[in-house]
């Protein structure tokens, strides 16, 4: 049997997988439309381009492992009113008098009428309707306050963990306490760079690198700061590792960790590649897994919130 079911498909929710579980369960072939962007725009608004809404169709498909096709449609009533071959069609509740408009097409064209499968509203904990719209609503809107892509992806990598589905900015907020921060400026150039990034998001997240005297030698130790619009503050630090006496002595007489590595191991492209945790390590640990510690351990009391606020 060959099955039809069509939407926009801005953003895979629960009614979708829906859709596709009850197509998948009558046909032996899928065609699936999706409204190409000029058309999802009319009632929607600004949506996600077609070229990533496709690819996520298809990697959902995918996982079922059934026969399927995509087509662009730019009508309500796609190509199911034409196609000769087709035998049924999937709608939502919302969508089910689409579907008898199609039929009486079909009919008008001497085409045989669509079998049609509907599926119930999924709704959320409230009772509210799930949709493309209302996930997006409550996504998480949070800005980092730097430019560096490495410091930026490693706030995505963690946050696609924790929230899934959330908008992500940056800006160069400034961190307050210069280039080469250190010792406890540090954390206080987290939290600047946090609440300069804030803005009206949910989330402003500050990231700085700062060198520490300890007992043998001088650390690097990595500092994250999360504020959110309540104006609570969470911090957290990545892992702590020793810089060579040689590039400590540089750094101690002015210049920074990125000024020190070449003039002592002439690698000027330090800074762009490895970074020094890389150079260190041979590999073994790199800067954006550095980052992501420091990320995901300033999140620690907002993940088990209920234990942070006994």
């Known amino acids: 049997m060959r099955v039809a079911v069509g939407g926009t498909f801005n953003v895979l929710h629960a009614g979708h997988i829906s859709l596709f579980e009850k197509a998948f369960q009558i046909a032996d072939f899928l065609s699936v439309g999706i409204c190409s962007d000029e058309f999802a725009s009319r009632s929607r608004g600004k949506v996600n381009p077609l070229a990533a809404r496709i690819e996520a169709v298809q990697e959902l498909l995918d996982e079922w492992g059934g026969r399927y096709e995509i087509t662009v449609i730019d009508h309500p009533h796609g190509t199911a009113a034409e196609m000769d071959d087709l035998d049924a069609i999937v709608v939502s509740e919302e969508t089910e008098p689409v579907a008898a408009e199609i ?8 085409l045989y009428p669509l079998q049609v499968r509907t599926v119930p509203m999924i709704t959320d904990e409230s009772g509210q309707r799930i949709s493309a719209s209302s996930i997006v609503a409550a996504r998480k809107r949070i800005s980092v306050g730097t430019e560096n892509p490495i410091k930026v992806q490693a706030v995505r990598s963690v946050m696609e963990r924790l929230y899934g589905v959330f908008e992500l900015s940056s800006v160069a907020a400034d961190n ?3 280039e080469q921060p250190m010792g406890e400026a540090t954390i206080e150039g987290a939290k600047n760079r946090a609440i300069n990034a804030l803005g009206d998001n949910d989330l402003g997240i500050g990231i700085e690198a700062g060198v520490f005297e300890m007992i043998d030698g001088m650390y690097d130790v990595q500092y994250c700061a999360i504020v959110d619009r309540e104006g609570t503050l969470t911090f957290g630090a990545g892992s702590a590792f020793r810089y060579p006496d040689r590039v400590a002595d540089v750094v101690r007489g002015g210049a920074t960790v990125g ?9 000027e492209a330090l800074g762009r590649s490895k970074g020094a945790i890389g150079f260190l390590s041979e590999g073994l640990l790199d800067r954006q897994k550095l980052t992501e510690q420091s990320v995901l351990a300033a999140m620690v009391p907002r993940i088990r919130k209920d234990l942070y606020e006994e």
Do not use: H
Request: hydrophobic residues 30%; neutral net charge; glycine residues 20%.
């Open 103 to 110: 039929n009486e097409l079909r009919l008008s064209k001497g």
């Open 176 to 178: 307050g306490v210069g």
């Open 259 to 267: 000024e020190a590595f070449p003039q002592v191991y002439g690698t």
